[in-house]
């Protein structure tokens, strides 16, 4: 199995900037897509931001031009650099990775990181 871990949470005032990590180790996969996903309380899991394996990369409108997305292969990490953070980005942050087993495609969840920004 795959096992995500992140780090990089925290409280912010707004304006400022944090950044996430995660780090996926396990065996006998190959990692895909990896993003970032957000949840508050009584709302969906909304996407924030992905990156393909290829290096393309998607965002939520409401974090383009503030957030950035990358990854580095050989670490199996992916990060998000936020800058410019609101009181809306409080939020779980969770980093998600699907994987590829034979042709048949996985996704594999962190236990998510706490990221409040302050008025």
């Known amino acids: 199995q795959v096992q995500l871990v992140e780090s990089g949470g925290g409280l912010v005032q707004a304006g400022g900037s944090l950044r996430l990590s995660c780090v996926a180790s396990g065996k006998f996969f190959r990692i895909d897509t990896m993003g970032w996903y957000r949840q508050t309380p009584g709302k969906q899991r909304e996407m924030v931001a992905e990156i393909t394996s290829g290096g393309n990369t998607n965002y939520q409108d409401s974090v383009k031009g503030r957030f950035t997305i990358s990854r580095d292969n050989a670490k199996n990490t992916v990060y998000l650099e936020m800058n410019s953070l609101k009181a809306e980005d409080t939020a779980v942050y969770y980093c998600?990775?699907?994987?590829?087993?034979?042709?048949?495609?996985?996704?594999?969840w962190g236990q998510g990181t706490q990221v409040t920004v302050s008025s």
């Open positions: 998600k990775t699907t994987a590829l087993r034979f042709n048949l495609q996985y996704t594999y």
